[in-house]
Nanobody, 125 residues
Framework: QVQLVESGGGSVQPGGSLKLSCAASGFSTDYYAIGWFRQAPGKGRERVAC???????????VYADSVKGRFAISRDSAANTVYLQMNSLKAEDTAVYYC???????????????WGQGTRVTVSA
């Protein structure tokens, strides 16, 4: 069974850091693009970051402009887990964060599957 499970959320003050984990089972993250998305209260879902399949000659990582330079996505093949390191957090980063898999990072959101249950991040003073 293909499954992704997010963890690592919590409450943090502005300027703080959190590291989210997206643990996969039933498939290898090496061969899929893994995207991180978030949904803030009352807003639509936003793609935050994505890491491409290792099968590509250059498995690119892509970021939303809103998080570029502050967030970093990485993959641990041995752990079959994708991480999202979030630094310099702002109040507007408050959201539920989800991960999902697809064939390519530039796929439409509807083509991402195996959505996890999400992990909540709250940034406030």
């Amino acid at each position: 069974q293909v499954q992704l499970v997010e963890s690592g959320g919590g409450s943090v003050q502005p300027g703080g850091s959190l590291k989210l984990s997206c643990a996969a089972s039933g498939f290898s993250t090496d061969y899929y693009a893994i995207g991180w998305f978030r949904q803030a209260p009352g807003k639509g879902r936003e793609r935050v970051a994505c890491i491409g399949s290792k099968e590509l000659s250059s498995p690119d990582s892509v970021y939303a402009d809103s998080v570029k330079g502050r967030f970093a996505i990485s993959r641990d093949s041995a752990a079959n887990t994708v991480y999202l390191q979030m630094n310099s957090l702002k109040a507007e980063d408050t959201a539920v964060y989800y991960c999902a898999e697809s064939s390519h990072c530039d796929a439409e959101e509807i083509l991402f599957d195996a959505w996890g249950q999400g992990t909540r991040v709250t940034v406030s003073a």
